[in-house]
């Protein structure tokens, strides 16, 4: 399989490299860039000077496999490529018109890793659509439908006013459970569209249910690791918390000591910053570590879809921010949850994992 991935790779951008490490590893130099992504590989010799101090994700990818398209208008117009992904779709737009004309939208694909829930509408009619920041597919509008029955009636513009803000530019479809007396009916309106319930004098209009949801292929997506940096074991514990602190700055100069602080630790702070995802939720995991994440449960579910909530937040309620250390060296459950945790992210959290849903995406949940 080709593929034309395409990014300006001017500066780093965690989602779409990621994505684009994991393509590489897997079809090596089958995936043709439309600019040289230099900070990928190996031989980019001034890591520390990108953010995160380029740990985790850059010059891990040997020199050979860089390809630069050349030509890449007249492949695009000769389907020279089986498929084509934006990196970036909200920062590099480029051959956008040649791209839509030639494929068919099975075989575009738009990746969006901006921290917030805004998409780029244009794009979904023509591929599938990855969103990381994405809050909800179905929101629940019932108390704002009811708001606008008047006289036993319904006229209801379906908008704006009527979804909120959190999705301007999605397109969206507003379905209404109701009932008319002892009728129970269901009616579907598009965006844009007006939506008109009346019933007759001697009975109520009485609103069950509305929601929306949003219509289109759009489909989550998270952070994610080389696979080939996962522990093979659980490492040995001398502290209670790394010494990483989020909002703290860099600590560590060098990768592997890094590593090596979360590898030592029983948990590793972490929290939401711009957006929910972080790479430092996936590099503590990698390390045999389990992140303390406060406020976890507030997530979206469909914002970092793959990330194993349930067990993090188990182990969070379950040892506190306070644990005694002693108490967690002999504990079964600790060792059991770290394992399970291992074993989750080396099949579901790493870049080639990840890539092998853009392709080909399917559910997500831990």
Known sequence: MRILYISKFKYPDYQSDMIFHGLKSVFQKDVYESDHAAYMYKDFSNLQSLYGRGFTTYGKLDNSLSNVADDIKDKIRHKFFDKVIYGSIQRCEDYFED??????????????????????????????????????????????????VKDNKLSLSADNQTFGDTARGIPKKLFVEYRIGNRK??????????LEIAAPADEKLVIDKAHYTLVGNIFPINFCIPKALIVKKIPQKRQLYSNSIPGRGYIFDNEQDYYD?????????THKKGGWDCCRHYEILMNGCIPYFPNLSDCPPLTMAKFPKDIILEANNMWGQDANPEEIKSSKEYIGLVDLLLEYTRNNLTTEAEAAYVLNPSPASP
């Open 261 to 269: 602080d979360y590898r030592k630790s029983y948990f590793g702070l």
């Open 185 to 194: 009916a269901r009616h579907e309106v598009y965006e844009g569209e007006t």
């Open 99 to 148: 791209v839509v004309t030639s494929y068919g939208k099975d075989d575009v694909i738009f990746i969006d890793g901006e921290d917030d829930n805004s998409i780029l509408s244009k794009s979904l009619k023509h591929g599938r659509y990855f969103k990381r920041e994405l809050s909800s597919t179905s929101t629940d509008v019932t108390p704002r439908v009811v708001k606008a």
